[in-house]
């Protein structure tokens, strides 16, 4: 039996707002990359994703993921979203959702470069999202 993922729907001004969002984590993504803070750069490179998986899925498609767990947001996304580029995307999202337990609760920080590879991501899936939503 497939499990479906929780949805709630999602009007196109909300869609905006989470892209908003997802533009001011990114900002302030960079501005902690600027200041060699590695764990805000992880942290806020994961919630831009995040609030940009809902934008795009909210804007295409009316929801976005209800669920406690981000995993299964990577999950709808690839349900809805299912081109070659959406599917890369997709993995992306994945790989950094990965990173979300070690920047915020593992007794260690981010490196320089595990920090620098969560913000490339992040900007590749961003910059996707943005091109998907004119």
């Not at 729907?9 to 803070?37: G, S």
Request: charged residues 30%; without cysteine.
């Amino acid at each position: 039996m497939v499990k479906k993922t929780v949805t709630r729907k999602v009007t196109i001004a909300e869609a905006e707002v989470y892209l908003k969002k997802a533009e001011q984590f990114f900002r302030t993504m960079k501005e902690a990359q600027e200041n060699e803070d590695w764990d805000a750069v992880g942290l806020n490179a994961i919630h831009s994703v995040i609030s940009s998986s809902d934008a795009l899925l909210g804007f295409r498609h009316g929801i976005r993921s209800a669920s406690g767990r981000h995993a299964d947001a990577v999950e709808l996304l690839g349900q809805y979203e299912r081109s070659a580029e959406s599917r890369k995307n997709a993995v992306r999202f994945d790989r950094m959702l990965k990173k979300k337990h070690l920047v915020e609760y593992e007794g260690r920080s981010l490196s320089a470069s595990e920090a620098a590879k969560l913000a490339m991501d992040a900007e590749r899936f961003l910059n996707w999202i943005k091109k998907n939503m004119m």
